[in-house]
Antibody, heavy 120, light 109 residues
Framework: QVQLQESGPGLVKPSQTLSLTCTVS??????????WSWIRQSPGKGREWIGY???????YYNPSLKSRVTISVDTSKNQFSLNLSSVTAADTAVYYC????????????WGQGTLVTVSS | QTVVTQEPSLTVSPGGTVTLTCASS?????????PNWFQQKPGQAPRALIY???NKHSWTPARFSGSLLGGKAALTLSGVQPEDEAEYYC?????????FGGGTKLTVL
């Protein structure tokens, strides 16, 4: 059974880069049908799809965040990561990682989520 | 900006039936929006229930069903159980971008 777990700093200063890692257990990131996704939830903006990436490097980002986001997959570590640059208080949210099936269009499983606060 | 709208809250009695809906600001929701439905309880990770309008995951209880209804995506719970009290949210695909609904808080009372 595939499980996902987010990790990373819970506090980031404004203008810095938010970096999170999602560790995948019980499965491989090399399945060509799967995309490795990041989603966030904030009180002000609700839930927001950030983007996803395949192990091959194909990436798809939300246009609203595209200029600041990078998602990458490391199959050797069974991890994928999120980098969000130039953060502001508006980026304070619970960040979730999830697996996406490109052929069936579903998202599952999800990680438990990790709260990231942007504050000086 | 695309907005996906759900009922903020609904209340249902145990054993009853309730339908949650998911509307798009761009017009009628069709199968091409690949509607997904999720359940989330406090302190837990979201759990997928329905994908591509009406497809269930292997773990989705039979009392949950997805459909298109009156230009919206819909999630119907038949024979509601106390453990169904949770937040439910939908997700729609807009040709390269996924957009979440605001969520419906379902109370079983």
């Amino acid at each position: 059974q595939v499980q996902l777990q987010e990790s990373g700093p819970g506090l980031v200063k404004p203008s810095q880069t938010l970096s999170l890692t999602c560790t995948v257990s019980g499965g491989s990131l090399s399945n060509g049908d799967h995309y490795w996704s990041w989603i966030r939830q904030s009180p002000g903006k609700g839930r927001e799809w950030i983007g996803y990436s395949r192990y091959s490097g194909s990436t798809y980002y939300n246009p609203s965040l595209k200029s600041r986001v990078t998602i990458s997959v490391d199959t050797s570590k069974n991890q994928f990561s999120l980098n969000l640059s130039s953060v502001t208080a508006a980026d304070t949210a619970v960040y979730y990682c999830a697996r996406y099936s490109g052929s069936s269009r579903w998202f599952d499983p999800w990680g438990q989520g990790t709260l990231v606060t942007v504050s000086s | 900006q695309t907005v996906v709208t759900q009922e903020p809250s609904l209340t249902v009695s145990p054993g009853g039936t309730v339908t949650l809906t998911c509307a798009s600001s761009t017009g009628a929701v069709t199968s091409g929006y690949y509607p997904n439905w999720f359940q989330q309880k406090p302190g837990q990770a979201p759990r997928a229930l329905i994908y591509s309008t009406s497809n269930k995951h292997s773990w989705t209880p039979a009392r949950f069903s997805g459909s298109l209804l009156g230009g919206k995506a819909a999630l119907t719970l038949s024979g509601v159980q106390p453990e169904d009290e949770a937040e439910y949210y939908c997700l729609l695909y807009y040709g390269g971008v996924w957009v979440f609904g605001g969520g419906t808080k379902l109370t079983v009372l």
